[in-house]
């Protein structure tokens, strides 16, 4: 049913955890499942140098939670807003159809946080954070 890279990211979440001086935290839920999310971002020069993720949910929430935290650490903010649900999913070595929502999750509290950062009052008045 899942890859053994969604096992893995299970098993062996990588950075888990809440991050006390985030620049930003995004948040997403799912109403048909149940399962949230909340990502935290730590940026630097319009970097993200730092990501942590936690997740209440299933195996494949957790596992595309975890795999996201790897896709942007190091990104530029603009490459980070092209990151899909798919290539998620695609990282992972697939999803079952049922739970391609959870991949969904991960990028959707991805942009969340984004969203934020873009719209934060230090970036409207022209300043770096």
């Known amino acids: 049913m899942y890859s053994s890279k969604v096992i893995d990211h299970f098993n062996n979440p990588r950075n888990g955890g809440e991050m006390a001086d985030a620049d930003v935290v995004g948040e997403a839920g799912s109403f048909k499942c149940g399962d949230t999310m909340k990502i935290f971002l730590k940026i630097e020069q319009e970097r993200i140098v730092d990501v942590k993720f936690q997740t209440f949910g ?57 969203d934020k950062y873009s719209d934060g009052p230090a970036r409207k008045q022209g300043r770096a954070k």
């Open 58 to 114: 299933c195996a494949a929430a957790i596992a595309s939670s975890s795999m996201l935290t790897e896709m942007v650490k190091g990104k530029k903010i603009g490459q980070a807003r092209r990151i899909t649900n798919e290539q998620v999913a695609e990282e992972l070595g697939g999803l079952p159809p049922l739970k391609m929502h959870c991949s969904n999750l991960a990028a959707d509290a991805l942009q969340d946080a984004l």
